[in-house]
DNA sequence: AGAATAGTGTCTGTTAGACATTATGCT
DNA sequence: AGCATAATGTCTAACAGACACTATTCT
């Protein structure tokens, strides 16, 4: 019963990144344009084989591609699914790990300014537009859905974010992830009632009352006793 | 830049299982003798490599396994992680999709009487003695530790029991599954509440006050609007 | 009648939402 | 002064927890 170790059947492994941003249309995907074919010139997700002589793990590998292809760096990354069959690559049964990645807006301006670059932040409204190669499409609506629902009971929005903020941003983002208006009120509320905010001493002025700077206490995403309500009055999209 | 598609390149890919189930003890997990070294004559999760000749999917390899080696079928099945390095298999670098999967009481009694199977039920406590092969015993923690926050906001701890069921065995079976005691009458506001359950009309005679009993109307398991908010205050173990 | 569990009535505390109001700096 | 946004006060509705109470069947 012993198998044969050949690559007839072993299934080709991949990495394929969901990777977030806060641009200045909003929440948006990064982008890439395959240089290789299957799908030369479309544009599909940021993804790489896995590397076994190099990658000591699939984090690393998710890592790797950030770093070497893209030169960014997540301030979050979550693995959320593996699609596994015959059908999604015409090369034959392949495997991939779907991570989704949160990077600060810092970080969006100085790479959208490399045109060269082939690779591209649109909103997440443009996405269907795309036609994504492969089943990135699919890969790309779970992972924004991941997000989504876990930004109901999470800080994680914060972390598209510069390291100082106004509270008042806080709610921006989280209603540009959401895609729901949020009453001011109870949501400082809630974002103070956490602890996991502390003031930065430092404050953001513009040509009205200038709001006080926070920045986030711990690295690790907080964790709220409760989710939004309001998400189950208003619509999701 | 292309790579050579031999099997020093590729990973080898698993499916691992977690089946959970409720025994007389309390919540138990599914444990199999390993037949093959690595390991041979532990005990370890259900598992199988994805055969690309036989397998449509990865969700197609954890039916299998069920199916095929252990002669049960899931009411329900949740792929929790990917585990990928070079370390956790002493043959090399391999990817491990982890799956949970719940199964009915009814279907553990009619298997737990062969015994001369190599498989058997162990309760969660007895998990940590066995010593489980490889890294298992970290993926059946990650399992159950999704499984409980899950069961805190869903229906979930239901598919553990037979298709018709009392209030009151609800009950038991959260209280089995997170491992604290809950209040009766809010427990069931909440469970009513969410129009899940209908009443079958049959009833559950014994020497006491008969009680109704119930069905899911819905295979799919119900998301509550909030989590048990009990678990704050009690401890998870 | 008494045991045992099924099932209900109702009070309280917590917290999210609504919305009005005050505060502060800029032009 | 007037504008714009920051920040707060406070009422209400929803709902989970607590706990006492009633209901029903069996022995």
Known sequence: MKKNLNSKVLP????????????????????????????VGSWALPASAVDIEQDESLDHTAKRILKQRLNLHA???EQVQTLGNQHRDTRGWSVTIVYYGLVSANQILMNSLQPEKCFSWVTIEQ??????????????ESCLQRFQSKSLYT???????????????????YEAVLGIKMEKKSF?????????????????????????????IEKQPYYFPRIIEGARHQSLS
Chains 1, 2 share one sequence.
């Not at 509320?189 to 986030?216: M, V």
């Open 75 to 77: 301030s979050y990354l």
């Open 12 to 39: 080709r492994v991949t990495v394929d990144l969901v990777i977030f941003g806060l641009g200045r249309q909003g929440l948006s995907l990064l982008v890439c344009q395959r240089q290789d074919p299957p799908f």
């Open 127 to 140: 996405v269907k537009s795309l036609h994504l190669a492969f089943d990135h499409q699919q890969l790309f």
């Open 188 to 216: 400082r509320r809630r974002l103070l009632e956490g602890h996991f905010l502390e003031e930065t001493g430092n404050i953001r002025r513009a040509s009205h009352r200038p709001a006080q700077l926070y920045r986030l």
């Open 155 to 173: 800080s994680l929005p914060i972390f598209l974010l510069e390291e100082e903020f106004t509270l008042t941003e806080v709610q921006k983002v």
